[in-house]
């Protein structure tokens, strides 16, 4: 399923036809939000800090701002920029940073193996090169910034979050509010909140359909929208003010600033809000293609949205004196009014639904990284990939935005919230660009600092304007932030010291070998799935198990479900499988890889498919005896006696062995090299050769007795034959699935601040998030935890 998601659009990229349906598709999920800003940028902008004056500079000069705010950033740096620095099809901040991490050793994710590097998926985009940058070099030399890249990325990945919660709030508010022309003022007052906090439970509570269901209505409303606020641009600059086109001239923006001065500067967070949803273009690029959304937006929602902030200015350019605030809803023909409004609240639904479903993506590529506390994820479409529901982060978000729109009451304290998040992320987005095009383009380092200081100086100019509004609703982003960074960031370090501990606590396989009857240790039917972080080694929760329980199963598997800095691992290649100790001991490794937009739950039964994969092992490995007896009259016993094997895997693939080769995988296992302080964990040097399995026969001399050659492929089939009776029989027998249950608390000597982060803030969230038997969809009758107290 990720394999052929990755590669549907690949054979028809050449095709406009194609392309033009994935342009109008993408209208619906990426550019909702961004569609419905002209509801309240000129009401959040006149909200306070400049007054609509009878010589228009201030309109003027905010549409000026609008206009190249809206050319420079979405237009000029994601469209032409950004969109290129995708990660094997995806955007967002987490394919920027697992992009750096492949072409730098920057990466924090402890069980790291060169095999991962074999991934079809794991390309570069260009060779490395023989002189590495300097820049490269001194990331990779100072371990500080490794946590840095990693605080930077999680502080973006925050305010996504928290614009999940402050854009529904702020576009359907927007939205509703247009319902003041139909009613009192009082009536307003009173009707607005409870319209808007039931549109908002409706919303949430529907999220657990999935968006396939109403998704086909996603696109024609906010075509439709697009269209009416085009429309009525047109109207309004024919009908009131011909001239407005001259405001665009950059010398506009000038004259503002230089009337209003600080209170113009100030004003520039309501202005930022007209790109709000700019993200969306990148983050949301894995579901369409680069193609698709440039001609969406430069052919249709740009131009769209130019003539809805123009026609805005033309009318308010005549009209300095109105019975209401400026807001949207003033400038749209009294006629007109009613099917307007309803068409802005779907609109606005839809945009809202896309930050939503983007929140959830977020927070599941957070977790599979180990940087967010595990929760369920349901997969809500069987045929769309990447469509998924989070019924804790549903609800708490629920609960938040309809906090916040109680608690701000208005678009002027939510906007001012919505401004600083969205800007704090397009920081961050321009800052991880900067370094793909160091590290991963091999771009001059000249060519960065440019990009960097161009459009980073004007992010830091709406960001400075938004942090004048802190005591005015920008207090909550930077709050929210705060808390999930810290999350965040505790529970990933306790992650890694986990992960340091079972390094350092490993047993070795002679340990394992030499448990027998001998010592009192029974072998029982079935299978015991042990599943460990480890790659490499008995992890010390087996040695706990056996030591306080004697017996172990029959068929022993040693499971790691790994993430890889990917975006998707292709299913043929997501196993690595190799033996623990000699075949008779009938004991294996099993490593199941998965990148940051896999959703773990991607199989019916995740035991059945394991078996099937060991089953296919067991064939390719005495295949390959079979081919070293052309050589030898001794494969059968090296085979049955070799005691090797912790450190040679295989890639088994979800096709039949005789359809593709299969890959070996030789490791050199070497000491761990773990450090102190919070730092990347390189437990294992590898090295790794691959050897396709050819079918091709070779033409060789050598004497060897055409009976004993007989007698030893007889003795090979007999053996593959009974291996593979021996795990059927396990599995008729019942599947044993044996995880550690972990209590983890400081060390003696840790700082206050370490020991107030482990004892209580990591285990308060280990306790009250879900266990990791819910990602595994482990049966409770088949579940088996060892207690196993970490101390970091």
Same mark, same amino acid.
């Given at each position: 399923?990720?394999?052929?998601?990755?590669?549907?659009?690949?054979?028809?990229?050449?095709?406009?036809?194609?392309?033009?349906?994935?342009?109008?598709?993408?209208?619906?999920?990426?550019?909702?939000?961004?569609?419905?800003?002209?509801?309240?940028?000129?009401?959040?902008?006149?909200?306070?800090?400049?007054?609509?004056?009878?010589?228009?500079?201030?309109?003027?000069?905010?549409?000026?701002?609008?206009?190249?705010?809206?050319?420079?950033?979405?237009?000029?740096?994601?469209?032409?920029?950004?969109?290129?620095?995708?990660?094997?099809?995806?955007?967002?901040?987490?394919?920027?940073?697992?992009?750096?991490?492949?072409?730098?050793?920057?990466?924090?994710?402890?069980?790291?193996?060169?095999?991962?590097?074999?991934?079809?998926?794991?390309?570069?985009?260009?060779?490395?090169?023989?002189?590495?940058?300097?820049?490269?070099?001194?990331?990779?030399?100072?371990?500080?910034?490794?946590?840095?890249?990693?605080?930077?990325?999680?502080?973006?990945?925050?305010?996504?979050?928290?614009?999940?919660?402050?854009?529904?709030?702020?576009?359907?508010?927007?939205?509703?509010?247009?319902?003041?022309?139909?009613?009192?003022?009082?009536?307003?007052?009173?009707?607005?909140?409870?319209?808007?906090?039931?549109?908002?439970?409706?919303?949430?509570?529907?999220?657990?359909?999935?968006? @396939?269901?109403?998704?086909?209505?996603?696109?024609?409303?906010?075509?439709?929208?697009?269209?009416?606020?085009?429309?009525?641009?047109?109207?309004?600059?024919?009908?009131?003010?011909?001239?407005?086109?001259?405001?665009?001239?950059?010398?506009?923006?000038?004259?503002?600033?230089?009337?209003?001065?600080?209170?113009?500067?100030?004003?520039?967070?309501?202005?930022?809000?007209?790109?709000?949803?700019?993200?969306?273009?990148?983050?949301?690029?894995?579901?369409?293609?680069?193609?698709?959304?440039?001609?969406?937006?430069?052919?249709?929602?740009?131009?769209?949205?130019?003539?809805?902030?123009?026609?805005?200015?033309?009318?308010?350019?005549?009209?300095?004196?109105?019975?209401?605030?400026?807001?949207?809803?003033?400038?749209?023909?009294?006629?007109?009014?009613?099917?307007?409004?309803?068409?802005?609240?779907?609109?606005?639904?839809?945009?809202?639904?896309?930050?939503?479903?983007?929140?959830?993506?977020?927070?599941?590529?957070?977790?599979?990284?180990?940087?967010?506390?595990?929760?369920?994820?349901?997969?809500?479409?069987?045929?769309?990939?990447?469509?998924?529901?989070?019924?804790?982060?549903?609800?708490?978000?629920?609960?938040?935005?309809?906090?916040?729109?109680?608690?701000?009451?208005?678009?002027?304290?939510?906007?001012?919230?919505?401004?600083?998040?969205?800007?704090?992320?397009?920081?961050?987005?321009?800052?991880?660009?900067?370094?793909?095009?160091?590290?991963?383009? @091999?771009?001059?380092?000249?060519?960065?600092?440019?990009?960097?200081?161009?459009?980073?100086?004007?992010?830091?100019?709406?960001?400075?304007?938004?942090?004048?509004?802190?005591?005015?609703?920008?207090?909550?982003?930077?709050?929210?932030?705060?808390?999930?960074?810290?999350?965040?960031?505790?529970?990933?370090?306790?992650?890694?010291?986990?992960?340091?501990?079972?390094?350092?606590?490993?047993?070795?396989?002679?340990?394992?070998?030499?448990?027998?009857?001998?010592?009192?240790?029974?072998?029982?039917?079935?299978?015991?799935?042990?599943?460990?972080?480890?790659?490499?080694?008995?992890?010390?929760?087996?040695?706990?198990?056996?030591?306080?329980?004697?017996?172990?199963?029959?068929?022993?598997?040693?499971?790691?479900?790994?993430?890889?800095?990917?975006? @998707?691992?292709?299913?043929?290649?997501?196993?690595?499988?190799?033996?623990?100790?000699?075949?008779?001991?009938?004991?294996?490794?099993?490593?199941?890889?998965?990148?940051?937009?896999?959703?773990?739950?991607?199989?019916?039964?995740?035991?059945?498919?394991?078996?099937?994969?060991?089953?296919?092992?067991?064939?390719?490995?005495?295949?390959?005896?079979?081919?070293?007896?052309?050589?030898?009259?001794?494969?059968?016993?090296?085979?049955?006696?070799?005691?090797?094997?912790?450190?040679?895997?295989?890639?088994?693939?979800?096709?039949?062995?005789?359809?593709?080769?299969?890959?070996?995988?030789?490791?050199?296992?070497?000491?761990?090299?773990?450090?102190?302080?919070?730092?990347?964990?390189?437990?294992?040097?590898?090295?790794?050769?691959?050897?396709?399995?050819?079918?091709?026969?070779?033409?060789?001399?050598?004497?060897?007795?055409?009976?004993?050659?007989?007698?030893?492929?007889?003795?090979?089939?007999?053996?593959?034959?009974?291996?593979?009776?021996?795990?059927?029989?396990?599995?008729?027998?019942?599947?044993?699935?044996?995880?550690?249950?972990? @209590?983890?608390?400081?060390?003696?000597?840790?700082?206050?601040?370490?020991?107030?982060?482990?004892?209580?803030?990591?285990?308060?969230?280990?306790?009250?998030?879900?266990?990791?038997?819910?990602?595994?969809?482990?049966?409770?009758?088949?579940?088996?935890?060892?207690?196993?107290?970490?101390?970091?």
């Amino acid at each position: 399923m990720d394999l052929e998601h990755g590669k549907c659009w690949d054979s028809s990229k050449d095709s406009w036809k194609t392309i033009l349906i994935l342009a109008y598709q993408s209208l619906g999920v990426v550019y909702g939000d961004l569609g419905i800003s002209p509801l309240y940028v000129y009401k959040s902008t006149f909200a306070e800090d400049i007054q609509h004056s009878n010589t228009n500079e201030e309109i003027f000069g905010a549409l000026s701002f609008v206009f190249w705010t809206l050319t420079l950033v979405p237009l000029f740096k994601y469209v032409f920029i950004v969109l290129r620095a995708d990660d094997n099809g995806e955007g967002g901040t987490f394919a920027l940073y697992s992009s750096i991490c492949r072409h730098a050793k920057v990466s924090l994710l402890p069980n790291r193996q060169a095999a991962d590097e074999a991934l079809s998926t794991y390309k570069l985009e260009q060779p490395p090169e023989k002189n590495s940058s300097r820049v490269k070099m001194y990331l990779e030399k100072h371990k500080f910034l490794h946590t840095a890249l990693l605080i930077l990325v999680l502080l973006g990945t925050c305010m996504v979050i928290g614009d999940g919660l402050l854009t529904p709030a702020i576009s359907v508010f927007s939205a509703v509010s247009g319902l003041e022309f139909f009613m009192s003022k009082e009536h307003h007052q009173y009707a607005v909140i409870p319209i808007t906090c039931f549109i908002i439970v409706c919303l949430f509570a529907l999220q657990h359909y999935g968006t @396939h269901r109403v998704g086909f209505l996603f696109a024609p409303v906010v075509l439709i929208w697009l269209l009416c606020i085009s429309a009525l641009g047109l109207y309004n600059i024919i009908h009131w003010n011909s001239h407005v086109y001259q405001a665009l001239s950059p010398y506009y923006m000038f004259k503002f600033l230089k009337k209003t001065r600080k209170r113009g500067w100030m004003s520039l967070g309501g202005i930022l809000l007209c790109i709000t949803g700019s993200e969306a273009m990148f983050a949301d690029l894995g579901h369409f293609s680069y193609a698709a959304i440039q001609i969406a937006f430069t052919f249709l929602v740009y131009p769209a949205l130019i003539l809805a902030y123009m026609g805005q200015a033309a009318y308010l350019s005549k009209h300095h004196e109105t019975n209401y605030q400026i807001s949207f809803f003033v400038s749209v023909p009294e006629s007109v009014r009613w099917p307007v409004l309803v068409v802005a609240i779907l609109a606005s639904i839809v945009g809202s639904q896309a930050i939503i479903s983007g929140t959830f993506s977020i927070i599941n590529q957070s977790q599979s990284l180990g940087c967010f506390p595990r929760v369920k994820v349901v997969h809500t479409s069987d045929k769309i990939h990447g469509q998924i529901y989070i019924p804790e982060i549903n609800w708490v978000l629920m609960i938040l935005c309809i906090a916040v729109t109680i608690g701000f009451r208005d678009t002027k304290h939510i906007g001012n919230a919505s401004g600083l998040a969205v800007m704090t992320v397009m920081l961050v987005t321009t800052c991880l660009t900067a370094l793909v095009i160091i590290l991963c383009w @091999h771009k001059p380092p000249i060519l960065a600092l440019c990009f960097l200081l161009f459009f980073g100086s004007i992010e830091l100019l709406y960001f400075s304007a938004s942090l004048t509004k802190f005591r005015e609703g920008a207090w909550l982003p930077i709050l929210l932030a705060l808390f999930l960074t810290t999350i965040m960031f505790v529970w990933h370090y306790a992650t890694i010291k986990k992960y340091e501990f079972d390094l350092h606590n490993k047993v070795s396989l002679e340990w394992l070998l030499a448990l027998g009857p001998s010592l009192g240790i029974a072998r029982v039917p079935g299978i015991g799935l042990v599943f460990t972080d480890l790659t490499s080694g008995i992890p010390a929760n087996f040695s706990r198990f056996v030591t306080n329980l004697p017996a172990f199963h029959r068929i022993l598997v040693f499971v790691c479900v790994k993430s890889v800095p990917v975006p @998707h691992v292709p299913p043929a290649e997501r196993y690595l499988v190799g033996r623990v100790g000699p075949a008779a001991h009938r004991s294996y490794r099993c490593i199941v890889r998965y990148g940051y937009r896999d959703v773990h739950q991607d199989v019916d039964s995740f035991e059945s498919e394991l078996v099937d994969r060991l089953a296919d092992f067991i064939c390719y490995d005495w295949y390959k005896t079979d081919r070293t007896n052309l050589y030898t009259d001794d494969a059968v016993t090296s085979r049955s006696n070799e005691s090797t094997s912790d450190g040679r895997l295989a890639v088994i693939g979800t096709v039949s062995l005789s359809g593709a080769p299969a890959y070996e995988i030789e490791e050199t296992l070497q000491p761990a090299n773990v450090s102190g302080g919070f730092t990347s964990v390189e437990s294992v040097t590898d090295v790794i050769e691959m050897e396709p399995v050819r079918a091709v026969q070779r033409r060789v001399r050598f004497a060897i007795d055409d009976q004993s050659d007989t007698d030893a492929q007889s003795e090979i089939n007999l053996q593959s034959q009974q291996e593979l009776e021996d795990l059927f029989a396990a599995q008729q027998a019942g599947t044993a699935f044996i995880l550690g249950h972990s @209590h983890v608390r400081a060390k003696q000597g840790s700082s206050l601040l370490k020991r107030l982060a482990i004892n209580f803030g990591y285990n308060f969230l280990r306790r009250n998030c879900r266990g990791p038997d819910v990602a595994l969809k482990v049966p409770p009758v088949s579940l088996l935890e060892v207690g196993m107290v970490y101390v970091v």
